[in-house]
């Protein structure tokens, strides 16, 4: 087995409650990538795959606004795996390595993976199985946290981002140039604002933070609290496998 960053022994840091409240807050930061998923497709039977569904509420989403689309989720720590499985009825969910997973021939619409690779010792592996796994035409979404955000600059060493499982940090370019550099053609770089500051996420100022998440959910600017990247297969790579 790779080396991994997800301990087992000691209790998850990504096993998040489930309340009303709670589900309202994580859809309104989901909001940005469910704009993305809806403004890609053509018809509300897709197949998707998620890269590391953490707690679940993206999938979970997903299958309550689109029954009928075939959704997929990954996830390594199998105490996430089931409490995701709480969470859906229909969507199929596996145990499985981000650097390392193969569905043989099945190929997906949209591959999504949320604040994922920067956990990866050797990222260019998920970039391998993506590129495997995405149909033509295609879309791949990942979001990461911005090591070059006025958040990470201003909180220096006490920024979030910096966590000893967060193997993976870069910057906006960085990570955009990575990508294409492993095979992709970027069809939207952008990033979100500055909710890695943590004044900026309480009363009162959060409402302004919030509400540009809420209404904008992130800008083409490199200074972004986190990273989102939306690509499709480069030219040389448009083809079935």
């Known amino acids: 087995?790779?080396?991994?960053?997800?301990?087992?022994?000691?209790?998850?840091?990504?096993?998040?409650?489930?309340?009303?409240?709670?589900?309202f807050k994580r859809k309104l930061m989901l909001k940005p990538i469910l704009k993305i998923i809806r403004n890609s497709l053509d018809s509300k039977t897709f197949s998707f795959?998620?890269?590391?569904?953490g707690?679940?509420?993206?999938?979970?989403?997903?299958?309550?606004?689109?029954?009928r689309a075939k959704l997929t989720g990954l996830e390594f720590d199998i105490r996430l795996v089931s409490l995701t499985k709480s969470?859906?009825?229909n969507a199929r969910i596996v145990?499985?390595?981000?650097?390392?997973?193969?569905?043989?021939?099945?190929?997906?619409?949209?591959?999504?993976?949320?604040?994922?690779?920067?956990?990866l010792y050797r990222p260019e592996l998920m970039l391998a199985s993506v590129?495997?796994?995405?149909?033509?035409?295609?879309?791949?979404?990942?979001?990461?946290?911005?090591l070059g955000s006025y958040s990470a600059k201003f909180m220096k060493d006490k920024w979030h981002g910096y966590r000893?499982?967060?193997?993976?940090?870069?910057?906006?370019?960085?990570?955009?140039?990575?990508?294409?550099?492993?095979?992709?053609?970027?069809?939207?770089?952008?990033?979100?604002?500055?909710?890695?500051?943590?004044v900026l996420n309480k009363f009162p100022f959060g409402i302004l933070n919030?509400?540009?998440?809420?209404?904008?959910?992130?800008?083409?600017?490199?200074?972004g609290e986190s990273f989102i990247g939306v690509f499709n297969l480069s030219d040389t790579d448009q083809r079935k496998f």
Request: charged share 25%; net charge negative; aromatic share 16%.
């Open 1 to 23: 087995m790779k080396n991994v960053t997800v301990d087992l022994s000691r209790p998850s840091h990504y096993e998040e409650p489930d309340s009303k409240y709670y589900r």
């Open 49 to 53: 795959l998620e890269i590391g569904t």
């Open 55 to 67: 707690s679940g509420y993206l999938i979970s989403f997903l299958e309550s606004e689109f029954p």
């Open 87 to 89: 969470k859906v009825k």
């Open 95 to 119: 145990q499985g390595n981000a650097e390392d997973f193969d569905f043989n021939n099945e190929t997906f619409d949209i591959i999504v993976s949320l604040q994922v690779i920067e956990h």
């Open 131 to 146: 590129k495997k796994h995405l149909n033509p035409g295609g879309i791949f979404i990942f979001t990461t946290p911005n």
């Open 164 to 198: 000893k499982d967060h193997v993976s940090l870069k910057e906006f370019d960085e990570w955009s140039d990575f990508v294409r550099k492993n095979g992709f053609t970027s069809i939207y770089c952008g990033s979100t604002f500055f909710s890695g500051i943590p």
């Open 210 to 223: 919030w509400s540009l998440l809420f209404f904008i959910g992130s800008l083409r600017w490199k200074i």
